[in-house]
């Protein structure tokens, strides 16, 4: 173990920062890539029904109790380079925040009529996803002690080992539910090895904690935290209202033309990760034009790939997603014009992260809050209403119309607290 954990780790390296780069998009490009390929395999494996209960398990009620879980405290811990709170304080506040994420899970199964097998679907992915946000603590320490590289590495090796081993169950067996047990048992496998076993090789990680801090640190992100689980909500009320008005075989299709936003998602955490410890110090040293100039640089970016993005939608879109989905080729073909609404609010949805982090690093939580709080409850009333009147296009509408309204927010907010701070 202590030879794997030097491997690891590895030694000191001249090009740091194209290491921790290269990592860096190694493993997003894998979590990301995974999360496609299930949905696209379980579909081809299991069938459309099955297909599309494992959609809303994994990528959108297990990936909103991985936001609970999470906590909205990412942002904060790797912008945290006076060590103000320990590692043993982030730690110790997510635990209780992924415990907490469980029960809610359970509770939100129990109160539904689903089928037995449906039910456990989705509370293995709850547990699948909540696992992650634990390595996640582990994953931003890596990156505040100047090893973003680690944190590449932990994303890369827990998803091919977890990814492998659920598709290698699934295939053998037909099973979706044992081949999401498998996948839960991956999990924390992959974690012992990649993060725990890592991190307790770095001399440096303070491990004390207390109450006190947990509590403060609570206190300070109590607002990131319900900023996250609106944003999540936001993004995800186009399928929540699928779930609630169509059927489980729907939600197999409106995943389908989703999926692509993942790469204009995966691209943008390529480009802002990297850039955020030094955007950070750009602040707090008042070095305000080379702030701006960092966020221009990710800006064009996403511009580029949106124009890249778009084209390809239209033109090659729905002929490459019949050919990959094979199994709903048939419910693809009038999905042309929703796929280019979802690539468009993916694009805004990379460009309002992208000012969400700027928020952050000006320490405007409460504004950040307000605008989900306000937009959230938009959420709730368009999406079931577009759903109930145009199904698969009404949802893919909403979801434009909600990324578009919080991105302008973001923006006008940042640029408004920028123009003050250069004011003085």
Not at 41 to 50: K, P, S, T, Y
Not at 404 to 422: N, P, S
Request: hydrophobic letters at 55%; a positive charge; aromatic letters at 16%.
């Amino acid at each position: 173990m202590k030879r794997f954990t030097n491997w690891m780790i590895g030694s000191a390296c001249e090009n740091p920062e194209q290491r921790d780069m290269i990592w860096n998009m190694i493993g997003s490009f894998l979590y990301a890539f995974a999360s496609m390929v299930l949905s696209i395999a379980v579909i081809q494996i299991v069938g459309e029904r099955e297909g599309g209960i494992f959609t809303f398990a994994f990528s959108t009620f297990g990936q909103h109790m991985f936001m609970v879980a999470y906590f909205g405290i990412r942002p904060f811990q790797i912008t945290d380079m006076g060590k103000r709170y320990t590692f043993g304080d982030y730690l110790g506040l997510r635990l209780l925040t992924c415990a907490a994420a469980l029960l809610f899970g359970l509770g939100y199964v129990a109160l539904h009529d689903y089928t037995r097998e449906k039910a456990m679907v989705v509370f293995l992915m709850v547990c699948y996803k909540v696992i992650d946000a634990l390595a996640d603590t582990y994953e931003a320490e890596f990156q505040r002690s100047g090893r973003l590289y680690l944190t590449g590495k932990s994303n890369a090796f827990r998803t091919l080992l977890s990814v492998s081993l659920f598709l290698t169950s699934l295939t053998l067996t037909k099973n979706l539910m044992a081949a999401s047990l498998v996948a839960v048992a991956a999990q924390i496998l992959g974690l012992l090895l990649f993060d725990v076993a890592i991190i307790h090789g770095l001399l440096e990680i303070d491990w004390t904690s207390q109450w006190r801090a947990k509590w403060g640190l609570l206190r300070d992100n109590s607002l990131l935290f319900f900023s996250v689980v609106l944003d999540f909500y936001i993004f995800s009320a186009s399928k929540y209202a699928i779930e609630e008005h169509m059927l489980d075989k729907d939600l197999a299709v409106y995943g389908a033309i989703f999926m692509p936003t993942s790469v204009i998602n995966l691209v943008a955490g390529f480009v802002i990760r990297p850039y955020l410890t030094r955007m950070s110090m750009a602040w707090e040293d008042r070095d305000l034009s080379y702030f701006v100039r960092l966020i221009r640089k990710q800006a064009l970016v996403i511009v580029g790939l949106t124009v890249l993005a778009v084209g390809g939608a239209w033109f090659l879109g729905i002929p490459v997603l019949g050919l990959v989905y094979s199994n709903i080729r048939y419910a693809l073909q009038e999905c042309r014009f929703p796929l280019v609404c979802i690539i468009l609010g993916g694009a805004l949805n990379a460009f309002m992260n992208l000012f969400y982090y700027v928020l952050i690093i000006m320490k405007k939580q409460r504004f950040i809050f307000l605008l989900y709080g306000a937009v959230a409850l938009l959420a709730l009333w368009m999406s079931p209403l577009f759903v109930k009147q145009s199904g698969i296009l009404g949802a893919s509408l909403s979801y434009m119309i909600l990324m578009g309204v919080l991105m302008l927010g973001f923006f006008l907010h940042a640029a408004y607290f920028f123009v003050k701070e250069k004011r003085g």
